[in-house]
């Protein structure tokens, strides 16, 4: 058998930079991870308060609208009927971008059919 050791590892010194330098750029550090926080952070709680606006402000006031007589029986049919569709499409979804075999990839098929 032929020892083929030598071929996993790169014995130009130029390689030897180019696989430290690629290590390196897979952890933000210093200011750039400030920023990356606290931009996350935004997003986390714009997108937050956006879906709760929807759910707790929006939603009611428009089944009010429709029939005011019955807004709470109402709000939870519509509550409860959007909670057990996510409880069973979310993890059908997920199961099948799972299998999915494009020439996209695995995901990427359902993110641009979702929108």
């Not at 210093?30 to 935004?42: D, N, P, W």
């Amino acid at each position: 058998m032929s020892d083929n050791s030598n071929a996993l590892h790169p014995t130009n010194a130029g390689d030897k930079f180019k696989d430290k330098a690629s290590e390196n750029t897979l952890h933000v550090t210093g200011r750039r991870k400030r920023i990356l926080l606290a931009s996350l952070f935004t997003n986390f709680f714009v997108l937050l308060a956006l879906y709760c606006g929807v759910i707790s402000v929006l939603l009611p006031n428009h089944i009010a609208q429709i029939d005011p007589a019955n807004k709470a029986n109402n709000l939870a049919i519509v509550m409860t009927s959007a909670l057990l569709f996510t409880i069973f499409a979310q993890p059908i979804a997920g199961a099948l971008s799972d299998r999915c075999r494009s020439t996209w990839g695995r995901r990427s098929p359902w993110i641009v059919g979702a929108r």
